[in-house]
Structures are given as C-alpha cells and as structure tokens.
C-alpha cells in the first residue's frame, strides 16, 4: 500500500456479486487497504478461487439478493462475525442481453429483481447495522447505461437508472446517522462481456476520449475512494467511471 493510498483498517465490508469482475476487484482492493471483506456469491456458485489469498478476516457469504430472506440470513451472519459493518457494496447484477419486444415478464422481474430489489433490500439490513454506530458507506454499482439508455437491454438500464435514484434517496435519508450513500457508473469494462473480444474491447476503446475501457481496478479505486476518510463529505453522488465517454451531470 502506498503513503497515498487510503487506509481501510479495523473497517468491515460487504461486497455482493463478489465472484468475478468488477466485485472481485471491489473485495480485493478492500482487502489490500485492510479491511476484513465478506464477499457475497450466489448458492450453488463456487466463490473466487483466489478469495483465500485475501487478507486475514476475509471470507465467502453466500446469498441470492433476489431473496429477502436469503439477504438477511446474509447480514445475521455478517453482523455476528464481525460484530459491525462498515461498508456495503451493492455490486450484484445481471445484464441478460433481449431485444425490447422479446422482454418477457420473467426477464424483467429476473433483472429488477437482482439490480435493483436486491440491491435495497441489502441497504436496508445494511443501514440497520449502521444506524446505531452512527456511521457508514454504502455504494451502488450502476452503469453508464442508466444515462444512455441500451437498445438490447431496457430492462438493465431501468434498473441502473433505478440504482441512481435509489442512492439520492438513501443519501437523504441516511445521511443524518453519519452514513454516505453514493454511485458509480462504470462505462464498458474488460470483465466478462458477451459478444467482446479483444477487438471489440480495442474497438470500443477508441470511442472514448481516454483511449481504452475501463479496468475493474479503475471502479475499485474509485469505490476505495468513496468509502475512505476522503470520501466522507461526498454523498448522493454518481460517478461515472467511464473515461469520459459519458459525462454525468
């Protein structure tokens, strides 16, 4: 860790969708800053392979955000190994691509479900455990879609635009008990993305005016920097992680 980087000692987190991708990145970049991270995976889904690599108090929770009862299973359990929670990273998502005619109601319940409901009702258990330590950080993965809308993904953008109002509305009401709620929104990242291969990565990348996709690393720093010390005046905000591409108002 550099003298720069924030330090994230004696804090406790809780990263969903924690397996691969943009969540993983999450939970290591915690890890690595010092705090003791349960990472969240779905049951019957194995964890990251790498997760006994991670710092000491670091370990697998599984639960289907989708379910309320799963999700406070989730958090009983995280409560009592760590005793609190500091931070919530709401990072658990789908984004089954569909044409909008073919949107049935099952795919749409199934996408709100996960990016949306499960994400509040997380924040809900979250703030519960937070509410009387007087302080915390919760943060919701979103996604440039939700500024831009996608023609073979209406149901995914609804919900991340979902995610955005959600966090204004948390900041609002939380801020009161010392708790930050913020967003960021990642544009295209180099995580698993049907129909992108290198090409279509590089491809995409001379769109933006920084010249390349986004790294999980690059959301993870900026989720480091949200809920550190730096972070802690910064509440009911959307960053967008996208190099420009999309220039959040």
């Known amino acids: 860790?550099?003298?720069a980087s924030p330090s994230l000692?004696?804090?406790?987190?809780?990263v969903t969708g924690g397996g691969s991708g943009i969540g993983w990145a999450v939970a290591a970049t915690?890890?690595?800053l010092g705090a003791r991270v349960a990472v969240n995976h779905l049951p019957g889904v194995m964890p990251h392979p790498d997760i006994g690599e991670l710092s000491e108090g670091c370990f697998p929770v599984e639960a289907d955000v989708r379910d309320r009862r799963q999700v406070a299973a989730m958090f009983e359990t995280v409560g009592?190994?760590?005793?609190?929670?500091?931070?919530?990273?709401?990072?658990?998502?789908v984004f089954p691509r569909a044409e909008v005619l073919d949107i049935d109601e099952e795919g749409w319940d199934h996408v709100l479900d996960t990016n949306l409901k499960g994400a509040f009702f997380c924040a809900q258990e979250a703030a519960a455990l937070m509410i009387p330590q007087r302080s915390g950080r919760i943060v919701n993965v979103a996604s440039s879609a939700a500024f831009t809308g996608s023609p073979k993904g209406a149901h995914y953008a609804a919900s991340k635009a979902g995610l955005v109002g959600l966090g204004k509305s948390l900041a609002r009401a939380l801020g009161a008990y010392?708790?930050?709620?913020n967003t960021v929104a990642?544009?295209?990242?180099r995580t698993a993305q049907p129909g992108l291969d290198e090409e279509g990565f590089l491809a995409e990348g001379r769109k933006i005016p920084l010249g390349?996709?986004?790294?999980?690393q690059d959301v993870a720093d900026t989720v480091a920097f949200l809920v550190g010390d730096a972070g802690g005046y910064l509440t009911g905000q959307t960053l967008g992680v996208n190099g420009g591409a999309v220039m959040v108002p």
């Open 212 to 216: 390349r996709v986004a790294r999980a």
């Open 178 to 181: 010392g708790i930050t709620v």
């Open 30 to 32: 915690l890890a690595t």
């Open 1 to 3: 860790m550099s003298a």
């Open 186 to 189: 990642p544009g295209v990242t």
């Open 80 to 93: 009592r190994h760590f005793g609190r929670l500091d931070i919530l990273v709401n990072n658990a998502g």
């Open 9 to 14: 000692a004696e804090r406790t987190a809780l």
